[in-house]
Structures are given as structure tokens and as C-alpha cells.
């Protein structure tokens, strides 16, 4: 069993910076960041691979967020640049073990219980 602990969220004004921070309890795999937006179905944010050699990102996203981890540290990050207030919702770290990277939820067995991002409009 894995656990998955996220900080970093908060309120931001549009355009600013924040961290998003994942640490998991054990080793895991491919991970992976989602969100909910309120009265929204959960969506793919960004998802790395064991290694942090490979990513992927939802289209909204790209090019404003990095995600990154360091194996060394055991944690995993999404950094989100140029915040628009569209990107509020509650974000969640998820892992699997022995999985590739997806964008696909199902394929991930651990969740966090998610960190809060707001944007004002």
C-alpha cells in the first residue's frame, strides 16, 4: 500500500506561480497529477514516467506546467506557470506500480486526498 501526501496549493492571483509537491510512502512507477474542477468529471493534468525521463501533458496545460520528481527525495512535483482561472480545482497525485505513464485514471492504483488550487477571476 502506498500512500500519496500533496501540498503546495493555495489561492494565486491570474498569471502567478505555484508548487504542487507528491510524496509517496513507497516506490512507484509511472505518476501522474489530475484535477477536479467543482461540477466537473475528474481530468488528466500531467503524468511522468519511473525514470522522469518521459511526460505528458493535457493540452490546457502545456507549456504553462512541468511536472518533475526526484527519486533521490522520493517526491514528485507540478510546477504551474501563467495560472489562469480556469486551472482552479482540487488537484490529486496519483501512482501505480509497474505501470507505464497514461492518461487514463483506472490506471492508477494510489490517490492522494488532493491540495486546493484557486485562481480568481
Known amino acids: 500500500q502506498v500512500q500519496l501526501v500533496e501540498s503546495g496549493g493555495g489561492l494565486v492571483q491570474a498569471g502567478g506561480s505555484l508548487r504542487l509537491s507528491c510524496t509517496p510512502s513507497?516506490?512507484?512507477?509511472?505518476m501522474a497529477w489530475f484535477r477536479q474542477a467543482p461540477g466537473k468529471e475528474r481530468e488528466f493534468v500531467a503524468t511522468?514516467?519511473?525514470?522522469?525521463?518521459?511526460?505528458s501533458y493535457a493540452d490546457s496545460v502545456k507549456g504553462r506546467f512541468t511536472i518533475s520528481r526526484d527519486n533521490a527525495k522520493n517526491m514528485v512535483y507540478l510546477q504551474m506557470n501563467s495560472l489562469k482561472p480556469e486551472d482552479t480545482a482540487v488537484y490529486y497525485c496519483?501512482?501505480?506500480?509497474?505501470?507505464?505513464?497514461?492518461?487514463?485514471?483506472?490506471?492508477?492504483?494510489?490517490w492522494g486526498q488532493g491540495t486546493q488550487v484557486t485562481v480568481p477571476s
Open positions: 513507497g516506490r512507484t512507477d509511472a
Open positions: 511522468i514516467g519511473r525514470n522522469g525521463g518521459s511526460t
Open positions: 496519483a501512482a501505480s506500480i509497474g505501470r507505464f505513464m497514461s492518461r487514463d485514471s483506472r490506471q492508477y492504483e494510489y
